[in-house]
């Protein structure tokens, strides 16, 4: 009772200092409306940094909140205090400022402070003895209303927008990128959340870029000349917005605000944004940010308006600004204070002394209010329709995660895509479009796409590219020097795929081929150590690399663009004629089919005849002979016996006819057989070289005298050379017994020596690679393919293994065999689908033979009924 006396002469006493402020920057704000006679009073305390903008810009949201929220609801029966404290842009005041209004005014609720660092000891006191701690800007992820349950969020915090951060950077593709934050525990909370997320979508973060509070300029530009050293080329900025200022105008002097580069804000500043100063946003022209989204709705205007006025008038001083998602949010907060305080039909303050009293500091005074739960509660459950959208509070958080992302353009931010956590980034709220992003304007004025990364060092350097300089196989790699005009042109199938591959990438990238040794006309002897000068000196190897295990320890390889693996080529030999050779036109179940029938032929053939011819007639073993006879005698048409029967004269016409064309096939046969001369490799199996302790080729510099060494072969067993010409001449000579090779190399040879064969007359043959891949078979000589070489850890190398696959996978790669190599399954002999010699088949005859069975059995019907018929008649 003495309480609500005290509490209506307070209301009586300022009422005519409304809205005042005392001079240690704090005040009391009442409702200017009409006060009910029987009113509650319930105080609030409000935390800000009153003396600067952002302060200031909240007490006009909160002043203006409280006498709308009255004027429009005059019947309520509670009205909030507010008592406002100064915190002075500092932890200690912010702190000391809420032990004020929890002491000494007894504050039910407090609003604020301003800053997440301001915050952190206030929700931890205000949890202690229940009093909520409402705050509309602290963002800081490291608060969490989780575990200060009296702590209550009216805005998202930090960590909501890394999804949002890390579906931007993947709809780029970008896989590196450094966080640049302020050295805050503001600043650092959000770290964690943006590095898991970047893990999660592959990308990485090389480094993280600290920025103390108290960094002067030099040490500013000192940092950024770090980062321009290092080659990624994207950043998220993450820091309050006047550090982010004196960062950003750095960023230019230095000239990272350039083409290639992508910077990304996090709302922190994107928030700000409408109302930073000009020269701060003319600095981050080209810039990414995250903002939480506002729908422009009609309220949303008239609040603008009015909240301007509201400014000028308490800040007679300086120019309104543009009201953020904050001020929205303050007003939005308020009322909601305003109605929960009104349902949870509080009492005045009535506080307990805490339990355990810490007698010795000025938080002995503290006591535990009585109202705290029910109070939090109604906080919690209000729901209403805001000014800056729905007010929802799940987990004590406003439940609103929409965010727009906005790029940095003339004076402020152009939203050029949305993102909800359900749909990801998408173009419009309500449109079905595919298109995700509108064009961003990149750093330097530009659209197109930085790729996220450079090259260290300046940036008009060209790739340095290794080429091997080759003797032979130079359908490979083909150096050639012009000593008139000292260039060096570089030409080969491996080339062509480079370059077909480099049009491919989603940017430009300029490159120069340096010969490897040097230009002076010097083999590559060791394509090892070629590949070993790329972690040094060099960006990248093209040419017949191979991937191998060992190499890449040192190096990155691309995908292959070749068929994996290394085979060899052995010459062939003559297959020797066998004595049976006759035999072997006809398939031997054609043979006794043959046989068969003329059997069945001849049996019938006496049995007709046998009655009425006497040539036919004697005793049964005679009459057997006969029909072997009579049978085999047509196979040379030399049958004397005449035929009586007219059954049977059709039965032998239709038997020499098939005869003729039995004969025919076999001659045409026995003809190919006799004169192509099947050819059989003389070696089918590493083991046998082995064995045999033969010696095998190589080609010079190839790691496969490596390979060939691992798998028992003696140093004095291997001969390298280094060209087809070598490879025809060693196997003509009988130098080596093999020549061991990568698959492509071997197929080059194939199909090259297609047509030198016939003119060679020796017995090198196409036919060599089928028998070299036989010995293969089973065999684990497994390798990677020819790819492209970078240094390890280059992003480059991941751009260009997905233009390879898309590549390999369309019909350029065909052409481009096609055009060095030729047409290897188009040789004669050389492709893998050699038919070969084949026999007859009995399929081949069938037709026939079932047409000679049926006839003679018809025939042999009808002679049965005829004789039936004629002894009945
Ligand atoms: C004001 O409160 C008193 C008792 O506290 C009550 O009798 C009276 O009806 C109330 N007046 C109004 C207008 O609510
Ligand atoms: C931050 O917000 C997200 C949702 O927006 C929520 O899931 C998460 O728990 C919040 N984290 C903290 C520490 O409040
Ligand atoms: C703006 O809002 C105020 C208070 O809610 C209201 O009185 C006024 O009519 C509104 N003006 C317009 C143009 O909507
Ligand atoms: C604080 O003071 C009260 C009396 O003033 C006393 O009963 C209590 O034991 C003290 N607590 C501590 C922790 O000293
Ligand atoms: C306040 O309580 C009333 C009824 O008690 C309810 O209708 C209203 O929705 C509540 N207001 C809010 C904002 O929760
Ligand atoms: C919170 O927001 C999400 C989407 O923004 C929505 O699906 C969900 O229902 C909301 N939760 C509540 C309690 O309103
Ligand atoms: C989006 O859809 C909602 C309802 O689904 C509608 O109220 C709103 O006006 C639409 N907005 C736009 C920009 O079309
Ligand atoms: C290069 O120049 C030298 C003279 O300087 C000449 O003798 C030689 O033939 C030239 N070689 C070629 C390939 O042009
Ligand atoms: C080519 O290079 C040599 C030595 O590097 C130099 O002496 C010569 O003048 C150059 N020729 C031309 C045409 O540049
Ligand atoms: C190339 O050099 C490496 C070491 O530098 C060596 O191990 C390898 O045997 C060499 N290869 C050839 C083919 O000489």
Same mark, same amino acid.
């Given at each position: 009772?003495?309480?609500?006396?005290?509490?209506?002469?307070?209301?009586?006493?300022?009422?005519?200092?409304?809205?005042?402020?005392?001079?240690?920057?704090?005040?009391?704000?009442?409702?200017?409306?009409?006060?009910?006679?029987?009113?509650?009073?319930?105080?609030?305390?409000?935390?800000?940094?009153?003396?600067?903008?952002?302060?200031?810009?909240?007490?006009?949201?909160?002043?203006?909140?409280?006498?709308?929220?009255?004027?429009?609801?005059?019947?309520?029966?509670?009205?909030?205090?507010?008592?406002?404290?100064?915190?002075?842009?500092?932890?200690?005041?912010?702190?000391?400022?809420?032990?004020?209004?929890?002491?000494?005014?007894?504050?039910?609720?407090?609003?604020?402070?301003?800053?997440?660092?301001?915050?952190?000891?206030?929700?931890?006191?205000?949890?202690?003895?229940?009093?909520?701690?409402?705050?509309?800007?602290?963002?800081?992820?490291?608060?969490?209303?989780?575990?200060?349950?009296?702590?209550?969020?009216?805005?998202?915090?930090?960590?909501?927008?890394?999804?949002?951060?890390?579906?931007f950077v993947?709809s780029f593709g970008w896989?590196?990128?450094?966080?640049?934050?302020?050295?805050?525990?503001?600043?650092?909370?959000?770290?964690?959340?943006?590095?898991?997320?970047?893990?999660?979508?592959?990308?990485?973060?090389?480094?993280?870029?600290?920025?103390?509070?108290?960094?002067?300029?030099?040490?500013?530009?000192?940092?950024?000349?770090?980062?321009?050293?290092?080659?990624?080329r994207v950043?998220?900025?993450?820091?309050?917005?006047?550090?982010?200022?004196?960062?950003?105008?750095?960023?230019?002097?230095?000239g990272m605000m350039e083409e290639g580069y992508v910077w990304i804000?996090?709302?922190?500043?994107?928030?700000?944004?409408?109302?930073?100063?000009?020269?701060?946003?003319?600095?981050?022209q080209g810039a990414v940010?995250?903002?939480?989204?506002?729908?422009?709705?009609?309220?949303?205007?008239?609040?603008?308006?009015?909240?301007?006025?509201?400014?000028?008038?308490?800040?007679?001083?300086?120019?309104?600004?543009?009201?953020?998602?904050?001020?929205?949010?303050?007003?939005?907060?308020?009322?909601?204070?305003?109605?929960?305080?009104?349902?949870?039909?509080?009492?005045?303050?009535?506080?307990?002394?805490?339990?355990?009293?810490?007698?010795?500091?000025?938080?002995?005074?503290?006591?535990?209010?009585?109202?705290?739960?029910?109070?939090?509660?109604?906080?919690?459950?209000?729901?209403?329709?805001?000014?800056?959208?729905?007010?929802?509070?799940?987990?004590?958080?406003?439940?609103?995660?929409?965010?727009?992302?906005?790029n940095v353009i003339?004076?402020?931010?152009r939203?050029i895509?949305?993102?909800?956590?359900?749909?990801?980034?998408?173009?419009?709220?309500?449109?079905?479009?595919?298109v995700?992003l509108k064009t961003v304007i990149w750093p330097g004025d530009t659209t197109s796409l930085p790729k996220g990364w450079e090259m260290?060092?300046?940036k008009e350097?060209?790739?340095?590219?290794?080429?091997?300089?080759?003797?032979?196989?130079?359908?490979?790699?083909?150096?050639?020097?012009?000593?008139?005009?000292?260039?060096?042109?570089?030409?080969?199938?491996?080339?062509?795929?480079?370059?077909?591959?480099m049009q491919l990438l989603p940017y430009a990238v300029s490159?120069?081929?340096?010969?490897?040794?040097?230009?002076?006309?010097?083999?590559?002897?060791?394509?090892?150590?070629?590949?070993?000068?790329?972690?040094?000196?060099?960006?990248?190897?093209?040419?017949?690399?191979?991937?191998?295990?060992?190499?890449?320890?040192?190096?990155?390889?691309?995908?292959?663009?070749?068929?994996?693996?290394?085979?060899?080529?052995?010459?062939?030999?003559?297959?020797?004629?066998?004595?049976?050779?006759?035999?072997?036109? +006809?398939? =031997?179940? @054609?043979?006794?089919?043959?046989?068969? *029938?003329?059997? &069945?032929?001849? $049996? %019938? #053939?006496?049995?007709?005849?046998?009655?009425?011819?006497?040539?036919?007639?004697?005793?049964?073993?005679?009459?057997?002979?006969?029909?072997?006879?009579?049978?085999?005698?047509?196979?040379?048409?030399?049958?004397?016996?005449? +035929?009586? =029967?007219? @059954?049977?004269?059709?039965?032998?016409? *239709?038997?020499? &006819?098939?005869? $003729? %064309? #039995?004969?025919?096939?076999?001659?045409?046969?026995?003809?190919?057989?006799?004169?192509?001369?099947?050819?059989?490799?003389?070696?089918?199996?590493?083991?046998?070289?082995?064995?045999?302790?033969?010696?095998?080729?190589?080609?010079?510099? =190839?790691?496969?005298?490596?390979?060939?060494?691992? *798998?028992?072969?003696?140093?004095?067993?291997?001969?390298?050379?280094?060209?087809?010409?070598?490879?025809?001449?060693?196997?003509?000579?009988?130098?080596?017994?093999?020549?061991?090779?990568?698959?492509?190399?071997?197929?080059?040879?194939?199909?090259?020596?297609?047509?030198?064969?016939?003119?060679?007359?020796?017995?090198?043959?196409?036919?060599?690679?089928?028998?070299?891949?036989?010995?293969?078979?089973?065999?684990?000589?497994?390798?990677?393919?020819?790819?492209?070489?970078?240094?390890?850890?280059?992003p480059l190398?991941?751009d260009?293994?997905?233009a390879?696959?898309?590549?390999?996978?369309?019909?350029?790669?065909?052409?481009?065999?096609?055009?060095?190599?030729?047409?290897?399954?188009?040789?004669?002999?050389?492709?893998?689908?050699?038919?070969?010699?084949?026999?007859?088949?009995?399929?081949?005859?069938?037709?026939?033979?079932?047409?000679?069975?049926?006839?003679?059995?018809?025939?042999?019907?009808?002679?049965?009924?005829?004789?039936?018929?004629?002894?009945?008649?």
């Amino acid at each position: 009772m003495l309480n609500y006396h005290f509490s209506l002469v307070l209301l009586f006493f300022f009422s005519f200092i409304c809205c005042s402020f005392d001079k240690h920057g704090g005040g009391l704000l009442l409702p200017a409306f009409g006060m009910a006679q029987n009113t509650t009073i319930v105080h609030v305390g409000l935390v800000l940094d009153l003396e600067i903008l952002a302060g200031k810009r909240s007490h006009a949201s909160i002043s203006m909140a409280l006498d709308d929220f009255y004027a429009s609801h005059p019947s309520y029966k509670t009205r909030l205090l507010i008592h406002s404290r100064d915190s002075k842009q500092d932890i200690i005041h912010a702190a000391s400022a809420a032990l004020d209004l929890m002491k000494n005014t007894q504050a039910q609720v407090i609003i604020g402070p301003y800053r997440s660092s301001q915050a952190e000891f206030i929700i931890n006191i205000g949890n202690k003895i229940q009093v909520p701690v409402i705050s509309f800007s602290a963002t800081s992820p490291a608060l969490a209303p989780e575990r200060t349950p009296y702590f209550v969020r009216t805005t998202n915090n930090d960590s909501s927008q890394v999804a949002a951060i890390s579906a931007f950077v993947k709809s780029f593709g970008w896989r590196e990128v450094v966080l640049v934050y302020e050295d805050t525990s503001f600043g650092s909370g959000i770290i964690p959340y943006l590095v898991d997320v970047f893990q999660s979508i592959g990308a990485k973060v090389p480094y993280r870029s600290i920025i103390s509070l108290s960094v002067n300029d030099d040490q500013l530009k000192e940092e950024l000349y770090k980062l321009m050293a290092m080659q990624t080329r994207v950043f998220i900025v993450h820091m309050e917005p006047h550090l982010a200022s004196r960062l950003f105008t750095k960023v230019n002097e230095v000239g990272m605000m350039e083409e290639g580069y992508v910077w990304i804000m996090t709302d922190v500043i994107g928030n700000m944004l409408d109302s930073l100063n000009s020269r701060s946003v003319e600095a981050m022209q080209g810039a990414v940010a995250m903002r939480s989204y506002m729908p422009r709705s009609e309220e949303m205007e008239n609040f603008t308006r009015r909240w301007k006025a509201r400014f000028r008038q308490e800040n007679p001083i300086s120019e309104p600004p543009e009201p953020t998602v904050f001020e929205a949010r303050a007003y939005d907060t308020l009322w909601t204070l305003a109605m929960a305080v009104e349902n949870a039909t509080v009492s005045s303050s009535s506080f307990r002394k805490l339990p355990q009293g810490y007698n010795s500091t000025d938080l002995g005074g503290l006591s535990v209010s009585q109202n705290g739960p029910k109070l939090l509660e109604a906080i919690l459950s209000t729901r209403f329709r805001g000014i800056a959208g729905d007010f929802v509070l799940v987990n004590g958080q406003l439940n609103s995660s929409v965010y727009e992302i906005v790029n940095v353009i003339g004076k402020a931010g152009r939203r050029i895509a949305f993102w909800t956590p359900e749909l990801g980034i998408f173009k419009q709220l309500n449109s079905t479009s595919s298109v995700s992003l509108k064009t961003v304007i990149w750093p330097g004025d530009t659209t197109s796409l930085p790729k996220g990364w450079e090259m260290p060092r300046d940036k008009e350097r060209k790739l340095k590219i290794l080429v091997p300089v080759k003797n032979g196989f130079k359908e490979f790699v083909n150096i050639a020097f012009d000593n008139t005009t000292n260039r060096t042109t570089v030409t080969g199938y491996c080339i062509d795929v480079f370059e077909a591959v480099m049009q491919l990438l989603p940017y430009a990238v300029s490159y120069e081929y340096v010969p490897y040794p040097n230009a002076k006309g010097q083999i590559a002897d060791n394509y090892t150590n070629m590949v070993l000068q790329v972690s040094s000196q060099f960006d990248a190897v093209v040419g017949d690399t191979t991937i191998i295990a060992s190499r890449s320890k040192y190096v990155d390889f691309t995908l292959p663009y070749t068929e994996s693996g290394v085979s060899m080529i052995v010459p062939v030999k003559a297959e020797k004629r066998n004595m049976w050779i006759f035999l072997t036109p +006809l398939s =031997s179940e @054609l043979w006794l089919w043959t046989l068969g *029938l003329f059997l &069945f032929i001849g $049996l %019938i #053939l006496c049995l007709i005849e046998t009655r009425i011819n006497p040539e036919f007639q004697g005793p049964p073993l005679q009459q057997l002979g006969m029909i072997f006879y009579f049978s085999f005698s047509i196979l040379t048409f030399a049958h004397r016996e005449r +035929l009586v =029967s007219n @059954l049977s004269r059709i039965i032998v016409l *239709l038997w020499v &006819f098939v005869v $003729l %064309i #039995l004969t025919s096939a076999y001659t045409a046969s026995l003809t190919s057989f006799l004169t192509v001369q099947p050819l059989e490799p003389t070696v089918t199996d590493v083991s046998e070289l082995l064995k045999n302790n033969k010696i095998v080729g190589y080609q010079d510099g =190839s790691y496969v005298a490596d390979l060939l060494k691992g *798998l028992g072969f003696k140093a004095y067993q291997l001969k390298n050379y280094s060209s087809l010409e070598q490879y025809i001449d060693a196997l003509n000579k009988s130098e080596v017994a093999a020549i061991f090779d990568d698959i492509p190399s071997l197929k080059l040879f194939v199909s090259q020596n297609c047509a030198n064969v016939a003119m060679a007359g020796k017995n090198i043959i196409g036919k060599i690679y089928k028998a070299a891949h036989i010995a293969m078979v089973g065999k684990t000589f497994k390798t990677g393919g020819f790819g492209f070489v970078f240094p390890l850890g280059s992003p480059l190398a991941r751009d260009v293994s997905r233009a390879i696959l898309s590549l390999t996978q369309s019909n350029k790669m065909t052409t481009i065999e096609r055009k060095w190599f030729g047409d290897v399954t188009s040789c004669p002999h050389g492709g893998d689908d050699d038919p070969g010699l084949s026999n007859l088949k009995l399929q081949s005859f069938g037709g026939l033979f079932l047409i000679t069975g049926v006839v003679t059995a018809l025939t042999f019907f009808l002679h049965i009924s005829h004789v039936l018929f004629s002894k009945q008649g």
